[in-house]
């Protein structure tokens, strides 16, 4: 895979502390993948609106969305492990750091590329109802799913890649997604009220609840 040539490229800086030895000719490396390209993702939606008698609006509305250029952290510095665990058949990584590098100078070489894996979509119904008094109201739910390879929520690649636990570091699969939310109620509960002379008051108030999704687990050690 052709990587940019601008790779961006620090040193350890010395420091003035008695003693402190530091190696200045190891480096870690970004790359860019030449053809890299900005998320984009393919979202369609379809949605219904019912009336009911007695004034109640019923709608029903899902979401899809297609990861078409997600991002994705890959460390092409590590070199690759011919051992798996017998517990789940990862990847095993023997050896000190050193003797793990493709090339000893770098202690990393992170290259952000693209996926198109990951998805998400969401099912949500609502019921909203206005009174003659001035009240409004409503309620909805909403069920849904998202997984992705890798976020990129994090400031730079080696957080991205370091924070991303999957069972093999050189091919991550799909996950569940930090915006994963399995479950969320929305109501809201308003009054509406006209004086003379243009003046109108307005109370209103918004709750919502969410569950923190699913979470995977990946134990450490092999």
Request: glycine share 10%.
């Amino acid at each position: 895979m052709k990587t940019s040539a601008a790779a961006q490229a620090t040193a350890p800086t010395a420091l003035s502390t008695p003693g402190l030895v530091v190696d200045l000719d190891v480096f870690e490396a970004n790359v860019l993948d030449n053809n890299f390209k900005f998320p984009t993702v393919w979202r369609s939606s379809l949605g219904t609106d019912y009336r009911l008698p007695g004034g109640y609006v019923v709608t029903f509305e899902g979401m899809y969305t297609q990861a078409i250029h997600d991002v994705k952290f890959v460390n092409i510095g590590l070199k690759d492990s011919a051992i798996a665990s017998p517990v789940d058949g990862r990847p095993v990584f023997l050896g000190s750091p050193v003797q793990l590098r493709v090339n000893p100078a770098f202690t990393s070489v992170f290259l952000v590329t693209n996926t198109n894996r990951g998805y998400r979509y969401s099912l949500t119904g609502q019921v909203r109802k206005t009174f003659d008094i001035g009240v409004d109201g409503s309620f909805a739910y909403t069920y849904g799913t998202a997984k992705d390879v890798a976020n990129g929520v994090r400031n730079s690649p080696q957080s991205n890649w370091e924070y991303n636990q999957v069972p093999d570091v050189r091919n991550p699969g799909l996950a569940y997604s930090n915006f994963d939310i399995r479950h969320r109620i929305t109501s809201t509960l308003g009054y509406r009220k006209e004086w003379g002379r243009g003046y109108v008051m307005s109370v209103s108030s918004v709750f919502t609840g969410a569950s923190v999704g699913e979470r995977g687990q990946v134990p450490s050690g092999a």
